[in-house]
């Protein structure tokens, strides 16, 4: 279906006719700036066709530009609610992980690190130094939990 007008009119008030359903559109010539184009979209909110002036028109009315605008700012709340309750879930698995740690009597470099609050690298460079002795299995270092805290002592 072209949707491309079949007629513009030249003088003030003469009508201008779309093979667009039920669209036409009287056009009225200003002495200031005005827009000759007649460009046939697809409202973004309804689905329905109409006839935009401007190039940036997504929506066939006032109506459906705020019913939009609506939608948008509540599924902006949405996200906003299910990105706290995510950020919330992963303090929880957090917290879990630092009652895990606190149970332990081996702990890995992470883990270690995780328990005193520094980097993991800090950890490689004690046990590398000799403040920390650690076992290793294959690749992974294993550090007994009484030498992180004679480290205090």
């Known amino acids: ?25 009287t056009l009225y010539k200003a002495p200031f700036m005005s827009s000759n184009l007649f460009i046939p979209k697809t409202c973004k909110h309804c689905g329905k066709a109409f006839t935009a002036r401007t190039t940036v028109t997504n929506y066939c009315g006032d109506t459906c530009a705020k019913k939009a605008y609506k939608a948008r700012k509540r599924n902006e709340k949405i996200q906003t609610t299910l990105d706290n309750a995510v950020q919330q879930s992963k303090e929880i698995i957090n917290h879990y992980n630092s009652d895990a740690i606190n149970n332990k009597d081996f702990l890995s470099v992470t883990e270690a690190s995780q328990l005193i609050g520094v980097s993991r690298w800090t950890i490689q460079r004690m046990i590398q130094q000799g403040r920390l002795k650690a076992v290793t299995f294959g690749r992974k270092h294993i550090v007994a939990r009484w030498q992180i805290e004679n480290l205090f002592n």
């Not at 491309?4 to 359903?21: D, F, N, Q, T, Y």
């Open 1 to 25: 279906m072209d949707l491309l007008p079949k007629s513009a009119g030249k003088e003030i008030g003469e009508m201008m006719h779309h093979i667009a359903p039920r669209c036409t559109i």
